[in-house]
């Protein structure tokens, strides 16, 4: 399974920006998994960003972004999308998408894709 993100990019305090994740290798809607979102910033240790179940019905997210983030899924493209609001430089980050079997968590995590860069100037 390849997870491939995209999205990152440059953008202003206050502004959006959306992140996707495309899963190939594997149809997804199979068996129950879990699709998160984590970030890791300068010097910081990497963590949960946001995530949601298979099916969509459940979501998840970090309570810095609550409000603010929104994660979406379409089963029938295989990807994942944050769409992520009122951008401010502390979510300045590189983000990875991740699927697997314990939401939330990067132990529970069993597929990775590279990361995408997010910076938010002030």
């Known amino acids: 399974v390849q997870l491939q993100a995209s999205g990152g990019g440059l953008v202003q305090a206050g502004g959006s920006l959306r992140l996707s994740c495309a899963a190939s290798g594997r149809a997804f809607s199979t068996y129950p998994m879990y699709w998160d979102w984590f970030r890791q910033a300068p010097g910081k240790e990497r963590e949960f960003v946001a995530g949601?179940?298979?099916?969509?019905?459940?979501?998840s997210y970090a309570d810095s972004v609550k409000g603010r983030f929104t994660i979406s899924r379409d089963n029938a493209k295989n990807t994942v999308s944050p769409q992520m609001d009122r951008l401010k430089p502390e979510d300045t980050a590189v983000y990875y998408c991740?699927?697997?079997?314990?939401?939330?968590?990067?132990?529970?995590?069993?597929?990775w894709g590279k990361g995408t860069l997010v910076t938010v100037s002030s």
């Open positions: 991740a699927a697997g079997r314990v939401a939330g968590r990067e132990d529970g995590m069993d597929y």
């Open positions: 949601t179940s298979w099916s969509g019905y459940t979501t």
